[in-house]
């Protein structure tokens, strides 16, 4: 089983900065990129960013220039900072692995972290 493990949701208020992680754990797995998606109430589950292994980062329109996404490949982490946050960007914000299993392709997805920004 593979698990992928967020932290660092909460409140914030508008302007300011937070921090998100997720880490992979398990066994039998390799992962081909790593990533957020977000869903707001009521709205689909959209990309907020991506980083493939090697590849280059790929950001959402609404927030480029505010998020920045890393990995740290030894540790199977991803991290999403945050900073000049809206209340728009309240939302459950979901890790995302696309990768293999046991051999079988597959996505691993994070239970998922709530981000509220209010003041």
């Known amino acids: 089983q593979v698990q992928l493990a967020e932290s660092g949701g909460g409140l914030v208020q508008p302007g300011g900065s937070l921090r998100l992680s997720c880490a992979a754990s398990g066994s039998n797995f390799v992962i081909f990129a790593m990533g957020w998606y977000r869903q707001a109430p009521g709205k689909q589950r959209e990309l907020v960013a991506t980083?493939?292994?090697?590849?280059?980062?790929r950001y959402a329109d609404s927030v480029k220039g505010r998020f920045t996404i890393s990995r740290d490949n030894a540790n199977y982490t991803v991290y999403l900072q945050m900073h000049k946050v809206k209340p728009e960007d309240t939302a459950v914000y979901y890790c995302y692995a696309p990768g293999r299993h046991n051999g079988r392709l597959t996505e691993f997805w994070g239970q998922g972290t709530q981000v509220t920004v209010s003041s």
């Open positions: 980083a493939p292994n090697g590849g280059n980062t």
